[in-house]
C-alpha cells in the first residue's frame, strides 16, 4: 500500500495521510544546524552537536511515537486542532506533508481554514524557520488563536534525560517583546541560548510546561488551548517552553502568513549582557530581523533550492526508468549529504548521544558525498586521520564537537585503519587532489606527534600486515566491519558490552573480510605510494596483497564460497562445517570485489551461493542458517533473534557489494536486480510491509528467518547510502573516476536498453550516451566522435565538454 508518491519535478516526497506506517522523516539544515522534522512535525533541533547542543527535547521510544519537539494549535470559536494532524489527531479534511530537499511542508484543513507550515533552516543560518500561512476559504470571518509550541532541552541531551534532581532546579528563560529566550545555565559556563520569536505582536506566552499542559495532561490537551488564554508564565526550574499566542482575523479568502524563527545564538565571553542579569539579544534581534518579512524567506528558500540543484546536478542519468532515476538524482544523494553531516549520530533510531562519528563508518560515507562537496570530503579526511593512533590502529568513533577519539569505545576493530586508504583514494580519484597526501596530521589529536598523511596510510596498510593470525590472514580484533562478530568475547554477563569486553586474550581470530578489503585496497595503495616516488613500498605492497590473496585461497575458500572467518580456538566461521551460519554475505562481496577468484571461477561459484542461499526478494540476508542459540564464542551476531540486525538480517550496507562483485564478473542483470530488491523507490507499493520511508535506505529488512519479515529499520543514517550510490553509479551505470581518467564501464544487463549519464568531474563535463546492446565483451566508446580505445577517458581540461558514446 502506498502513504504517498515522488513529485520528481519539485524533488519531493508527498506524504498523502499522517497516518504512515512509521514516522517519516526529513532533515533540515547543511551546515552547522540541523533538524529532525517528521510528517507531523516532531522532531528536534541541534547546534552542530545533536548530544551538547540540543535545542529541542524529543522523548525517543514514546508511546504514542513521535510527540515531543514542536507542536502548533488552533483555536478556532471553541474548536481546537493541530493541523500537523499530532498531537491531538485532529481529524483533518486535508492533509499533505511535503519533504523536499532541506525542506519541510506540512499542511492541514478544517472548517475552512488551512494551515500551511514551511519548514527550513536558510543556508548559513543557525536557525530553523517557519513559515505559517493561515488561509480562510470559507464564506465567513474567522477569529483565531494560534498557541506554538517547543518545549526546551536543557542542551546537555544525555544530562536532560538523566539528571533531574539538578535539572528540575536550572531552567531560566527571558521575554522581551514576542521572543522567548531559553537561557538555563547562561549564567554560569555556557554563552550560548536559544531565541524563539515571531514576526508579529503576540496576545500572551507560556515559558512553563506545567502551567501550559496541566500537571496531568499530554501535548493532545493543553490546558492554555483549551481554555483559549495563555497565561505569561515564566519558567523557574522544572520544564521551560516556548508558546506564543497570537490572534488573528481573517476575511473570507484572506490569507496571513508569519515568521517563527527558533535559533541559536553564541556570545562572546566578554559580551554575554547587556546589563548585569540581562542577557545580550544582539544577535538574536538581528537573526529575527533577517526573518521578518515573508519575502525574505521566500528568498532564502530559492537559495537554498540553487543550492541543491547546483550539487545534484553534479551526476545525473536519464533513463526509461523513472524510479531509477530518482533514486540517482535526487534520494541517494540526499541521503548521502545527510550522511555526511549526522554520521550515525541524530536519526529516530539513533538518539544523537551515543555513537558520534565513526571512523569506519565516516570513511565509508565519504565514497556516497565526496564528489558533491569535496572540499569538505578533505577536512573530513583531516578530521578522521587526526584521531588515528601512531601504530596505524583507530578509535573506533570520535565526538563532532571536539573531534577526539572516543575513550569509551576505544580501538581494536581491525578493519577501520583501511578503511581510511579508501576514503583517501576515493577523494583522489575524484578530485586530482594528490597534494593532500603531504598534509602533516597528527596522530590521536597530538600536535607535537604528526606525519604526513601518506604515511597514515603507510601505517593503516601496515598494521594489518603486523597483524596476522595463524593462517596468516588479518586478526580480527574486536570486530570487523561486522561489529556484532566479536570473536575474542566470551560474555557470559549481562551488561557487558560485546565489542569492547574482551575476556580471553589470544591472538587467533582471523577475518576473511578484512583479508578481502586488503586486497582491495592494496593495488590502490600501491599507486598512491608509487606517486610519492616510493616504489619500493609499492612493489611490496603488490606483493603483500597476492601473499594475501594466496592466504585468501589456501585458508579461506570452503569449496562454494568464501569463509567468514576463524574463532579464538581455530574453528571455522561461515563453513559448510558449521552447524550454523555456514555462509555469509561479507567475504563473498569483498573478496570478489577485490578480484580473488575472478580468475578461476570461484568468485562466480561463491555468487552462485549467494545467490542460492542469502538471497530474497527483500534482499540478500547477511548470513544462513541464522544462529537459533547463543554462540558465546561468536558474540552479539549470535544474540539477535533469526532474522534481526547481523543474525540473518538484510543488511542493506553489505547488499552493494555484491552488486558491485556482480559487475565485476560481467552479470549486470543480476546486479540490478538485487538493486532494485532494496532500492526504496521500488519499495513504496508495500510500505505496509517496510514500514520506513520509501525515499531514503534503512540500515536493515528483517530477513526470511524473522517473525516480520521484509520489515526495515534504522532509516537514514547508514553505510547503505553511500554503497549503493557506488553500487549503482559507478558499477552498474558504470562511470566512475579513476587516477589518471573517467572510466565508462556500464553493466546493467538487458533490462535498461539505454541510458545518458553527465557527470561533473575535475571541472570538465562528460555527457556519456549509453546504447545498452550487450553485444560486445567491453563496452566500444566514442569520445567527441572519435573511437577510442579501452573504457578509460582521460580527463579533460577544466571547463570543458566531452561527449562520449558508449555501446556495451
Ligand atoms: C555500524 C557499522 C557496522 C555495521 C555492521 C552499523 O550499525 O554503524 O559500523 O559496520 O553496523 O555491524
Not at 395 to 402: A, E, F, I, S
Not at 498 to 522: C, D, H, K, L, P
Not at 603 to 617: H, K, Q, Y
Amino acid at each position: 500500500m502506498k502513504f504517498g508518491h515522488f513529485d520528481d519535478e519539485a524533488r519531493e516526497y508527498v506524504i498523502t495521510t499522517p497516518c504512515t506506517p512509521y514516522p517519516w522523516i526529513n532533515y533540515l539544515g547543511t551546515e552547522d544546524f540541523f533538524s529532525l522534522i517528521s510528517h507531523t512535525g516532531g522532531g528536534y533541533c541541534f547546534y552542530r552537536d545533536a548530544r551538547f547542543r540540543r535545542l529541542l527535547r524529543y522523548r525517543y521510544n514514546n508511546s504514542p511515537a513521535d510527540v515531543g519537539g514542536r507542536a502548533l494549535y488552533i483555536r478556532d470559536g471553541d474548536d481546537v486542532w493541530t493541523p500537523a494532524w499530532m498531537p491531538m489527531k485532529s481529524t483533518l479534511e486535508r492533509y499533505e506533508c511535503r519533504h523536499g530537499l532541506g525542506t519541510t511542508k506540512i499542511q492541514g484543513s478544517r472548517n475552512g481554514v488551512t494551515a500551511e507550515m514551511f519548514y527550513l533552516v536558510p543556508l548559513g543560518e543557525t536557525a530553523e524557520v517557519c513559515r505559517l500561512t493561515l488561509t480562510n476559504e470559507s464564506s465567513v470571518v474567522k477569529t483565531l488563536k494560534v498557541f506554538s509550541f517547543v518545549e526546551f532541552c536543557l542542551w546537555n541531551a544525555w544530562d536532560d534525560q538523566t539528571n533531574f534532581q539538578r535539572n528540575f532546579s536550572t531552567g531560566e528563560v527571558e521575554i522581551d517583546g514576542s521572543a522567548i529566550y531559553h537561557v538555563t545555565e547562561y549564567r554560569e559556563r555556557r554563552n550560548h541560548y536559544a531565541v524563539f520569536g515571531v514576526n508579529a505582536p503576540i496576545a500572551g506566552f507560556d515559558t512553563d510546561r506545567e502551567t501550559f499542559l496541566g500537571l496531568y495532561n499530554g501535548l493532545h490537551e493543553p490546558e492554555v488551548v483549551l481554555e483559549g488564554a495563555p497565561r505569561n508564565s515564566l519558567a523557574s526550574g522544572w520544564a521551560p517552553i516556548g508558546s506564543h499566542c497570537l490572534e488573528v482575523s481573517l476575511a473570507p479568502g484572506e490569507s496571513r502568513d508569519f515568521v517563527f524563527v527558533l535559533g541559536y545564538v553564541e556570545n562572546p565571553a566578554d559580551d554575554k549582557w547587556e546589563q548585569p542579569g540581562v542577557v545580550n539579544k544582539q544577535p538574536a534581534r538581528a537573526l529575527m530581523a533577517r526573518f521578518s518579512e515573508t519575502a525574505q524567506v521566500e528568498a532564502t528558500v530559492a537559495e537554498l533550492r540553487d543550492h541543491w540543484a547546483s550539487l545534484l546536478e553534479i551526476s545525473t542519468v536519464e533513463s526509461p526508468d523513472e524510479r531509477l532515476n530518482r533514486m540517482v538524482n535526487t534520494w541517494n544523494p540526499y541521503q548521502c549529504m545527510v550522511t555526511f553531516n549526522m554520521s550515525r549520530s541524530a536519526s529516530y533510531f539513533e538518539s544523537g548521544i551515543g555513537r558520534g562519528m565513526g571512523f569506519r563508518d565516516s570513511n565509508q560515507d565519504l565514497l556516497g558525498f565526496v564528489h558533491l562537496v569535496p572540499e569538505r570530503a578533505r577536512q573530513r579526511i583531516i578530521d578522521i586521520a587526526s584521531t588515528q593512533f601512531a601504530d596505524g590502529s583507530a578509535y573506533h568513533q570520535y565526538q563532532p564537537l571536539t573531534k577526539r577519539g572516543n575513550n569509551d569505545i576505544g580501538s581494536g576493530f581491525n578493519d577501520d585503519p583501511l578503511w581510511l586508504i579508501i576514503g583517501v583514494v576515493a577523494y583522489i580519484k575524484e578530485t586530482g587532489d594528490f597534494d593532500i597526501l603531504s598534509e602533516e596530521v597528527p596522530f590521536d589529536n597530538d600536535e607535537a606527534n604528526t606525519a604526513t598523511l601518506f604515511e597514515h596510510l603507510r601505517r593503516s596498510f601496515h598494521f594489518t600486515l603486523e597483524n596476522l593470525g595463524p593462517h596468516g590472514l588479518p586478526l580480527i580484533g574486536r570486530a570487523d566491519w561486522n561489529d556484532c562478530l566479536n570473536l575474542n568475547c566470551f560474555s557470559e554477563t549481562p551488561d557487558e558490552p560485546y565489542q569492547t569486553t574482551a575476556n580471553r586474550e589470544g591472538r587467533t581470530a582471523e577475518s576473511v573480510f578484512i583479508a578481502g578489503q586488503f586486497v582491495y585496497t592494496a593495488p590502490d595503495y600501491a599507486d598512491l605510494a608509487e606517486y610519492m616516488g616510493f616504489a619500493e613500498e609499492a612493489g611490496a605492497a603488490r606483493k603483500h596483497a597476492a601473499r594475501m590473496e594466496g592466504a585468501i585461497s589456501e585458508h579461506g575458500w570452503d569449496g562454494d564460497w568464501f569463509l567468514r572467518a576463524y574463532d579464538f580456538f581455530g574453528q571455522k566461521v561461515g563453513s559448510r562445517e558449521c552447524e550454523e551460519g555456514q555462509i555469509f554475505i561479507e567475504p563473498q562481496g569483498f573478496c570478489v570485489m577485490a578480484g580473488v577468484g575472478v580468475d578461476d571461477g570461484r568468485a562466480l561459484r561463491a555468487l552462485d551461493s549467494v545467490a542460492e542461499r542469502l538471497a530474497t526478494p527483500y534482499g540478500i540476508v547477511l548470513n544462513q542458517p541464522a544462529y537459533s542459540r547463543y554462540h558465546v564464542e561468536l558474540g552479539e551476531i549470535s544474540s539477535y533473534p533469526p532474522g534481526y540486525k547481523e543474525n540473518a538480517g538484510i543488511f542493506c550496507h553489505n547488499n552493494p557489494w555484491v552488486m558491485i562483485a556482480e559487475t565485476r564478473v560481467g552479470r549486470g542483470d543480476r546486479a540490478f536486480d538485487y538493486y532494485k530488491r532494496i532500492a526504496p523507490a521500488y519499495l513504496q507499493e508495500i510500505s505496509e510491509i517496510h514500514r520506513t520511508e520509501p525515499y531514503v535506505y534503512s540500515q536493515m529488512v528483517a530477513g526470511r528467518d524473522a517473525v516480520r519479515e521484509g520489515e526495515a529499520k534504522n532509516s537514514w543514517l547508514t553505510g547503505t547510502a553511500a554503497w549503493n550510490y557506488v553500487a549503482i553509479a559507478h558499477h552498474i551505470l558504470g562511470i566512475r573516476p579513476e587516477f589518471d581518467g573517467l572510466r565508462v564501464s556500464p553493466c546493467i544487463g538487458a533490462e535498461i536498453p539505454n541510458f545518458t549519464v553527465t557527470r561533473r568531474c575535475r571541472g570538465a563535463l562528460y555527457r556519456i550516451r549509453v546504447t545498452n546492446s550487450l553485444k560486445h565483451g567491453e563496452p566500444l566508446l566514442k569520445v567527441n566522435g572519435e573511437a577510442a580505445k579501452g573504457t578509460l577517458v582521460p580527463y579533460a581540461p577544466a571547463g570543458e565538454t566531452v561527449d562520449i558514446d558508449c555501446e556495451t
